[in-house]
Nanobody, 124 residues
Framework: EVQLVESGGGLVQAGGSLRLSCAASGFTLDDYAIGWFRQAPGKEREHISCFSSSHHTSYIRDSMKGRFTISSDNAKNTVYLQMNSLKPEDTAVYYC?????????????????WGQGTQVTVAS
């Protein structure tokens, strides 16, 4: 059974940091790329980042470069999203997802598997 489990969310003051984890089971990071998304209340889901172990590539949305980084621990089959200098507008539910990355694309065009999400709340 394929499963993605996010953790690491919580309440943090503006300017603080959080590290989100996405633990995958049922497949390895060499099989699927992992993407991070977020959705704030009343807003559309936003793509943040993706990581492909098999292609040795990663992507961070331009507006988040310098604050967010993505990394992995393949031995733990886990992808991390390190978020620094957090702002109240970063408040959202953060999701990770697994998909096949096509050659020539920075990230998968679609994702087959999704986690349940983890809440991040940044207080001003």
């Amino acid at each position: 059974e394929v499963q993605l489990v996010e953790s690491g969310g919580g309440l943090v003051q503006a300017g603080g940091s959080l590290r989100l984890s996405c633990a995958a089971s049922g497949f390895t990071l060499d099989d699927y790329a992992i993407g991070w998304f977020r959705q704030a209340p009343g807003k559309e889901r936003e793509h943040i980042s993706c990581f492909s172990s098999s292609h040795h590539t990663s992507y961070i949305r331009d507006s988040m470069k310098g604050r967010f980084t993505i990394s992995s621990d393949n031995a733990k089959n886990t992808v991390y999203l390190q978020m620094n200098s957090l702002k109240p507008e970063d408040t959202a539910v953060y999701y990770c997802a697994g998909g096949i990355k096509q050659n020539g694309n920075s990230c998968p065009q679609w994702y087959d598997y999704w986690g349940q999400g983890t809440q991040v709340t940044v207080a001003s």
